[in-house]
């Protein structure tokens, strides 16, 4: 089990890595992160949905999937807008806003508004009787919050100021919060003895959360020495680089717990069989949407 789910874990965070490479050159546009952030985030959605399925919070996939792929253009309507009506001659002599990355935020979170206005107006309409209608809304708005929403801090990292645009912050994003995951996993397998939160799940240890906030703390430093030394480009310093690992690799492991919540109180242990060694694509992503608006903040913030 730990083999298979470190040979996907390599494989996949290698995919990302030539997806962000080859989608540089089509900057701001990225369409291949288009289509990956689509199939994931549908594919999380799905799993979600049918998760909630097993509850009395019955989602709608149809405003689930059609909400998400609406938040997918507002984050990128900004980019594309503002590449349209700026001429490459200008472009470069315009001054960078380190708070261009919360103002964007805008145009999601207004999209998010109105999915769950129109969730509510098309529940109206098909409203027959008393019982379903609330649980459906309420499904509906948690799957669009939770990967919908929280993806959204996943998505705008792309578009962050700096040499490879947002590749490096999306690189430290991943390595430590899947550093932490795959660590907090792998040292509780080894020395696992006391259990961090058996109500919520039952495996996971205290021996493996400490264990995974120094294997995410180990991969912000080796990001951080590789960007730094081998592709010589600006990044966190080493304290920074440190912290970063912190609060992000402890928000994966909560964000672990968090979705481990959700599967316990369906009575499923994974959200599907989809990945290999590690369950459903949601399973896979349930670290970074917690850990994502974390690094997004440590970014504007302490980022070089």
């Not at 730990?2 to 962000?20: D, H, K, Q, S």
């Not at 309507?77 to 935020?105: E, I, K």
Request: proline letters at 6%; charged letters at 10%.
């Amino acid at each position: 089990m730990l083999g298979t789910r470190l040979v996907m874990g390599f494989a996949m965070a290698g995919a990302i890595l030539l997806v962000l490479w080859l989608d540089e050159r089509f900057a701001p546009w990225f369409p291949i992160w288009f289509v990956l952030a689509t199939v994931v985030l549908w594919s999380s959605a799905l799993e979600l949905v049918g998760l909630l399925n097993a509850t009395g919070a019955r989602a709608s996939s149809n405003a689930v999937l059609g909400g998400i792929l609406a938040l997918l253009f507002a984050n990128w309507a900004p980019h594309v807008s503002h590449a349209l009506q700026t001429s490459d001659r200008l472009a470069g002599r315009l001054p960078y806003d380190p708070l261009a990355p919360v103002s964007v935020l805008g145009w999601p979170l207004l999209v998010f508004v109105g999915v769950v206005m129109a969730t509510f107006l098309a529940q109206g309409v098909q409203f027959q009787r008393p019982g379903a209608t609330l649980t459906t809304i309420a499904g509906t708005v948690l799957a669009l919050t939770y990967v919908g929403l929280l993806g959204t801090f996943i998505v705008q990292l792309r578009w962050f100021d700096g040499p490879y645009h947002g590749i490096p912050p999306l690189v430290f994003l991943i390595a430590t919060a899947k550093g932490a995951d795959t660590g907090a996993y792998t040292f509780g397998r080894i020395a696992g003895r006391r259990k961090l939160w058996p109500r919520l799940s039952p495996n996971k240890t205290v021996e493996g959360a400490v264990g995974g906030m120094f294997s995410g703390v180990a991969a912000a430093l080796i990001v951080a020495a590789v960007a730094r030394d081998l592709v010589k480009i600006p990044t966190l310093g080493w304290a920074t680089a440190a912290g970063f690992g912190l609060v992000v690799g402890f928000s994966a492991q909560l964000g672990d717990l968090m979705e481990s919540m959700i599967k316990r109180d369906c009575s499923r242990k994974d959200a599907s069989a989809a990945v290999p060694g590690f369950g459903g694509v949601l399973d896979v992503l349930d670290s970074l949407l917690f850990a994502a608006p974390i690094a997004f903040a440590y970014w504007i913030w302490l980022g070089p």
